[in-house]
């Protein structure tokens, strides 16, 4: 993981730049009402399989070169 500031994203040049750190900046400062209406446990109701970021990753590891 390498944690990009919203202000460096912005200053990437590509198309789209601006609007994605607008959005990661938006996601940042706004975390509650970003996260609020996506409640984890409404998702596992709806896809009771649905796996932690940790779980899936000791599911996958091997398919994951390391170089």
């Known amino acids: 993981y390498n944690d990009v500031p919203p202000e460096v994203y912005r200053g990437f040049g590509f198309p789209g730049a601006d609007d994605l750190g607008n959005m990661f900046q938006f996601n940042r400062d706004f975390e509650q ?28 590891k091997s398919r994951i070169p390391l170089e």
Do not use: H, I
């Not at 970003?34 to 940790?54: E, H, I, K, M, Y």
């Open 33 to 60: 009402v970003f996260c609020g209406p996506r409640n984890p446990s409404v998702a596992r109701a709806l896809n009771p399989s649905l796996q932690t970021f940790d779980g899936w990753l000791a599911q996958n």
